[in-house]
């Protein structure tokens, strides 16, 4: 029998810790194994039973005042000892901007492999391992790998994967009393990041601009729609990683987003977009290009200009109130 045995989850995001569960729980279910849930921090107790009822089988809470401000190399440390205490086969890690400093060095410690942004996690019985699915080379190819040794490290991008509920399960809840670490770097003052409007995430309507959108005020004209609609604007990452306009935008390597309406006005649809947009109840494409690749993933398609489409809709969807 193997030494490695179970599957652990950890995100300093509960959300994502509560995706990564549902996914989890049904790796744990196919292994026949336990679930367990890492849960670090300061007065952190409280949220156990959420995590108990979104699948897992086990948490094991380290509460300490100590924990109140995040430190990479003190929560490294901490996992690490719980993870080597047990030997699972498998970690999820929430590969939010903290996740993806944690896990190479989480990684590193314990002399395994890590696998990064992965959209997909399949488990082969026979070899017992689990194959991760990651969108590579901008979204132009999509690549599965495997680690040679464990636990099998794989970071996840949040709204990857569905939360599961089970409000009667029943869970082991463990404290953990270690010895916390004083980082080597001190804290000395936190500045909140200016936020406009709503988090595109949250948002149940998205209009969203790509490349065919040729200057930032043309913008103007997608906001216009998502007034109407009551919605949100966004862009496609050669928009704000590129050209600059922005400093966030839509896909697998900006924000995940599943809304019941997407507009992608003038976006091409490459496998990077794509992943990040595949939730979405309904997608609708506006593209001069009838090759674009967002036609393949749209439920519905306008071949056009969106400089010609986008105010036709507006004068018509104003007209209908």
Same mark, same amino acid.
């Given at each position: 029998?193997?030494?490695y045995k ?5 995100s ?7 995706e990564? %569960? @549902?996914?989890g729980?049904?790796?744990?279910n196919?292994?026949n194994?336990?679930?367990?849930c890492?849960?670090?921090g ?12 979104g699948?897992?089988? +086990?948490?094991?809470?380290? !509460? ?17 000892? %719980?993870v080597?205490?047990d030997?699972p086969?498998i970690?999820l ?5 903290r ?5 190479? +060095? ?11 942004d992965?959209?997909k996690?399949?488990? !082969? ?14 979204? +132009? /190819?999509?690549?599965?790998q495997?680690?040679r040794?464990?636990?099998? &490290? ?7 994967f569905? #939360? ?5 399960r029943k ?6 009393? &270690?010895? *916390?670490? +004083? ?11 200016? *936020?406009? @409007?709503?988090? $595109?995430?949250? /948002?149940?309507? &998205?209009?969203?601009?790509? #490349? ?9 004209? %997608? ?8 919605g949100?604007?966004?862009?496609? #990452?050669?928009? /704000?990683?590129? #050209?600059?306009w ?16 997407y $507009?992608?006005?003038? *976006?091409? @649809? ?5 992943a ?6 309904? $997608?609708v ?8 690749? &967002?036609?393949s993933?749209? !439920?519905y398609?306008i071949? @056009?200009?969106?400089?010609?489409v986008v105010?036709e809709l507006?004068?018509? %969807? =104003?007209? =209908?109130?």
């Amino acid at each position: 029998m193997s030494e490695y045995k179970g599957i652990f989850v950890y995100s300093e995001d509960k959300t994502v810790s509560l995706e990564l %569960l @549902g996914k989890g729980r049904q790796l744990a279910n196919e292994l026949n194994a336990d679930l367990t849930c890492i849960l670090i921090g300061s007065n952190v107790a409280s949220n156990t039973e959420e995590l108990i009822t979104g699948g897992a089988d +086990k948490i094991y809470v380290v !509460d300490n005042p100590d924990l109140q401000s995040f430190s990479t190399e003190t929560y490294a440390d901490l996992i690490t000892q %719980l993870v080597s205490k047990d030997n699972p086969e498998i970690f999820l890690i929430g590969a939010t901007k903290r996740g993806k400093d944690l896990a190479p +060095k989480i990684a590193t410690r314990l002399e395994t492999g890590c696998v990064t942004d992965c959209v997909k996690l399949d488990f !082969d019985p026979e070899k017992r391992i689990v194959k991760m699915g990651r969108v590579v080379y901008a979204g +132009k /190819a999509f690549a599965l790998q495997t680690c040679r040794t464990k636990p099998q &490290i794989a970071t996840v991008p949040p709204r990857t994967f569905e #939360r599961y509920e089970d409000k009667n399960r029943k869970g082991q809840i463990e404290k953990v009393d &270690i010895p *916390v670490k +004083k980082p080597v770097t001190e804290l000395v003052e936190v500045h909140e990041k200016a *936020v406009s @409007g709503a988090r $595109i995430e949250d /948002a149940n309507i &998205i209009i969203c601009g790509g #490349r065919g959108m040729k200057s930032k005020e043309d913008f103007k004209l %997608l906001e216009e729609l998502a007034e109407v609609l009551q919605g949100q604007v966004s862009c496609s #990452r050669p928009i /704000a990683a590129d #050209r600059g306009w922005f400093t966030e935008w839509v896909g697998l390597s900006g924000h995940k987003v599943k809304p019941s309406l997407y $507009i992608a006005c003038g *976006v091409s @649809g490459v496998i990077q977009h794509v992943a990040g947009i595949r939730d979405s109840r309904t $997608i609708v494409a506006i593209n001069d290009n009838p090759e674009a690749p &967002i036609f393949s993933v749209a !439920d519905y398609g306008i071949v @056009g200009n969106a400089y010609e489409v986008v105010p036709e809709l507006v004068k018509v %969807l =104003k007209s =209908k109130k």
